[in-house]
């Protein structure tokens, strides 16, 4: 099974700033990579699908890049709507897996 | 207005069983393929099942392969998740989800609010 890794697991930001998530798969998953992003006691919510591609409803502010093994979820400028647990998710084959998460806290 | 209900969790004993359900409703449910996804108390999120959009191909997760199957009803919108052989480590928050396509290799852009399984032990 690919594994997928992301860092950093957990980070501080203040509103404005500009974070980077990273997501690592174990072997080449072309672009088949998605993000979502949870808040506590809610579904999960597709930002980015493709690796690139914004999904419909979502900010600008959210973008996603990378292909083979690495990618990055970057938020141009946090807001403080944007709290939550971001998710990487490899479709490329099955079984599909999610990366263990990143929990963006307020600084 | 795209929607998926999730119905069917409880509490089950070990060893038990469980049939979940998805009601899917605002979109042509035959044309999508679906998943399910669960997240066990205070953890990440966990694939555990895909089914194409006719039902024809299903996947599993390892560690439900031989003891959960999915399936679908096109007929009736619904998707199905039945759970045998239960054990505690599948307690958790069951979320069906929407791919994008109609095959499984295709990201979730629509999820259900989950439903709540719980086995004793």
């Known amino acids: 099974a690919i594994q997928m890794t992301q860092s950093p697991s957990s980070l501080s930001a203040s509103v404005g700033d500009r974070v980077t998530i990273t997501c690592r798969a174990s072997?080449?998953?072309?672009?088949?990579l998605g993000w979502f992003q949870q808040k506590p006691g809610k579904a999960p919510k597709l930002l980015i699908y493709?690796?690139?591609s914004l999904q419909s409803g979502v900010p600008s502010r959210f973008s996603g890049s990378g292909s083979g093994t690495d990618f990055t979820l970057t938020i141009s400028s946090l807001q403080p709507e944007d709290f939550a647990t971001y998710y990487c998710?490899?479709?490329?084959?099955?079984?599909?897996?999610f990366g263990p998460g990143t929990k963006v806290h307020i600084k | 207005e795209v929607q998926l209900l999730e119905s069917g969790g409880g509490l089950v004993q070990r060893g038990g069983s469980l049939r979940l359900s998805c009601a899917a409703s605002?979109?042509?449910?035959?044309?999508?393929?679906m998943s399910w996804v669960r997240q066990a108390p205070g953890k990440g999120l966990e694939w555990v099942s895909s089914?194409?959009?006719?039902?024809?191909?299903?996947y599993y997760a390892d560690s439900v392969k031989g003891r959960f199957i999915i399936s679908r009803d096109n007929s009736k919108n619904t998707l199905y998740l039945q759970m045998n052989s239960l054990r505690a480590e599948d307690t958790a928050v069951y979320y069906c989800?929407?791919?994008?396509?109609?095959?499984?290799?295709?990201?979730?852009?629509?999820w259900g609010q989950g439903t709540t399984v719980t086995v004793s032990s």
């Open positions: 989800a929407k791919k994008i396509g109609n095959t499984i290799y295709y990201n979730m852009d629509v």
């Open positions: 493709a690796a690139s």
């Open positions: 089914i194409s959009d006719s039902g024809d191909n299903t």
């Open positions: 998710l490899q479709d490329y084959n099955p079984p599909f897996t």
């Open positions: 072997q080449g998953i072309r672009d088949d």
């Open positions: 605002g979109f042509t449910f035959s044309s999508y393929a």
